[in-house]
């Protein structure tokens, strides 16, 4: 290594332009108070697009809510249409038929075979 | 706060830290600037090899370190703090500098090799160029230590605050790159 060092010997082989250095600090102070101050500038502008983007969050929520709540109700209104559809074809092909008129035995012979209580049906009948 | 100080006197690392601490850190920032633009001007330069891409990166650096001065806390040295900042910001534009010439091909040699040739600002003569182009066959690894040792003489310890690296394998990445570079010069005085 001692050879090496002696043949390349540890001269910085680059340079700079001349009096690169002298005004360096003022320079690189100067830019900072520049960036420093067009961040205090703009953070004015970066408030307000955070307010809008809140906003705007606020506001999509409130859409998205609205939305469901839409398809809720019209899942609830075509639910009971649907419901009071049915109720209708039930009353229309069963227990309102027009045609079906059963006598009193009928009825009691009915439920005499629907029921394993059968003297409580005649007493209730009785 | 901004102003001038006509005196500028080298001053020690402790007294900057005061100052930070009483929270002077415009007065503190000054100071840091004066006392440590040169060396990590260097620094950065012999990472990137171009005078006018280390001016623009030592403004950078700098900016982060204002930055990150109130955060700056004492259990690292401020030096080593600094050296970081500089090494990451000057590996950072590297990186990207691949990617956007060599879309991520790792030949950032290549364009190091080629701004040394071009480059005005060095006024090395021609064995110092060759030691240079053999540095630059280095992985980024080696190259980093390298310098950091034969040409800052920054002690391993100091090195490992830096880059993160256990001493021990500092060591062997400095012993290994002098080997690479002998060789590599070796093959450059057969040729010639």
């Given amino acids: ?13 680059f340079s700079v332009p001349d009096g690169y250095f002298d005004n360096l600090t003022e320079r690189i102070v100067k830019q900072v108070k520049k960036q420093e101050k067009a961040e205090k500038n703009s953070s004015p502008l970066r408030k307000v697009r955070l307010y809008m983007g809140v906003a705007a969050g606020f506001l999509l929520a409130l859409f998205v809510l609205q939305i469901l709540f839409w398809g809720i109700q019209d899942y609830s209104q075509k639910e009971r249409q649907e419901n009071s ?22 009825i009691i012979e009915y439920l005499v075979a629907e029921s394993d209580n059968y003297d409580l049906i005649l007493a209730t009948i009785n | 706060m901004w102003e001038k100080e006509e005196f500028m006197e080298i001053v020690e690392d402790g007294y900057i830290i005061g100052l930070l601490r009483e929270k002077q850190e415009q007065k503190a920032f000054r100071l840091l600037v004066d006392k440590y633009k040169e060396r990590l001007y260097w620094h950065i330069r012999k990472i990137v090899i171009s005078h006018e891409d280390t001016d623009d990166l030592l403004q950078n650096v700098f900016l982060k370190i204002w930055q990150g001065l109130e955060e700056f806390r004492n259990d690292s040295k401020l030096y080593t703090w600094m050296y970081r900042i500089a090494t990451n910001e000057a590996l950072n534009f590297l990186s990207e500098k691949n990617r956007k010439v060599y879309g991520n091909s790792d030949e950032i040699s290549v364009y190091l ?36 040792k034969y040409f800052d003489d920054l002690s391993y310890e100091d090195m490992a605050a830096v880059l993160g690296v256990a001493v021990g394998t500092l060591k062997a990445t400095y012993h290994n790159a002098v080997k690479k570079i002998e060789e590599s010069l070796k093959i450059v005085d057969v040729l010639n």
Avoid: C, W
């Fill in chain 1, 1 to 13: 290594m001692d050879d090496f060092s002696d043949k390349y010997r540890k001269k910085n082989p």
């Fill in chain 1, 85 to 106: 559809q049915l109720v209708v074809e039930m009353e229309e092909e069963d227990i309102f038929d027009s045609h079906f008129n059963p006598t009193t035995e009928e």
């Fill in chain 2, 113 to 148: 090799e080629n701004t040394l040739e071009s480059e005005v600002y060095f006024s090395g003569d021609k064995i110092q160029k060759e030691l240079q182009k053999a540095i630059l066959t280095l992985s980024e690894r080696q190259r980093l230590v390298f310098n950091m």
